[in-house]
T-cell receptor, first 114, second 111 residues
Framework: DGGITQSPKYLFRKEGQNVTLSCEQN?????MYWYRQDPGQGLRLIYY???????QKGDIAEGYSVSREKKESFPLTVTSAQKNPTAFYLC?????????????FGAGTRLSVL | GQQLNQSPQSMFIQEGEDVSMNCTSS?????WLWYKQDPGEGPVLLIA???AGELTSNGRLTAQFGITRKDSFLNISASIPSDVGIYFC???????????WGLGTSLAVNP
């Protein structure tokens, strides 16, 4: 089945620790995205990549880093500089359909701080 | 910047009732997307609209692209418990393949 796989489903971070969230897609989509979701705040864009070896900051990139070495993979690292990392993280990929940019999402990773 | 104003923020209804929610903006758009997010999961696309005035159905869901191109609504008929979740509208933000998102309408259904 084609889709987007995020792992792990739940992740715990200790103070001062970097953690990496995995996102893999087998949809052959060029673009991939990372969002952060907090209660009542909708989806906020962290980083996005339109092509391999290129990525752009979203609205809340501080304290996060990404890489796009392969088309299928777009891992997100939550660094120790992110002081409030507890949130639900969503990865998406997209293709252009009918003039619209349809994004398809993974099941999310819930990150908590110990 | 562009914003999508989604209302209502939350709804609590009885099973079997119809539901209506909408999304408005001061900007003109060429598409409208409606997503549903089940608790603890990622959003899933429900309906995509590409033409002003377009009315599209997907089972018990109906969505319309406003004639002014600044708004859209989503209706759910005869609600059932599995309709529970957060409904988001979204739209393209220019030509850079980003989407802008409404803050969502949270729906609770009382069996």
């Amino acid at each position: 089945d084609g889709g987007i796989t995020q792992s792990p489903k739940y992740l715990f971070r200790k103070e001062g620790q970097n953690v990496t969230l995995s996102c893999e897609q087998n949809l052959n989509h060029d673009a991939m995205y990372w969002y952060r979701q907090d209660p009542g705040q909708g989806l906020r864009l962290i980083y996005y990549s339109q092509i391999v070896n290129d990525f752009q900051k979203g609205d809340i990139a501080e304290g996060y880093s990404v890489s796009r070495e392969k088309k299928e993979s777009f891992p997100l690292t939550v660094t120790s500089a992110q002081k409030n990392p507890t949130a639900f993280y969503l990865c998406a990929s997209s293709k252009i359909e009918g003039g619209g940019n349809i994004q398809y999402f993974g099941a999310g990773t819930r990150l908590s701080v110990l | 910047g562009q914003q999508l104003n989604q209302s209502p923020q939350s709804m609590f209804i009885q099973e079997g009732e119809d539901v209506s929610m909408n999304c408005t903006s001061s900007s003109i758009f060429n598409t409208w997307l409606w997503y549903k997010q089940d608790p603890g999961e990622g959003p899933v696309l429900l309906i995509a609209l590409y033409k002003a005035g377009e009315l599209t159905s997907n089972g018990r869901l109906t969505a319309q692209f406003g004639i002014t191109r600044k708004d859209s609504f989503l209706n759910i008929s005869a609600s059932i418990p599995s309709d529970v979740g957060i409904y988001f509208c979204a739209n393209m933000a220019g030509n850079n393949r980003k989407l802008i998102w409404g803050l969502g309408t949270s729906l609770a259904v009382n069996p």
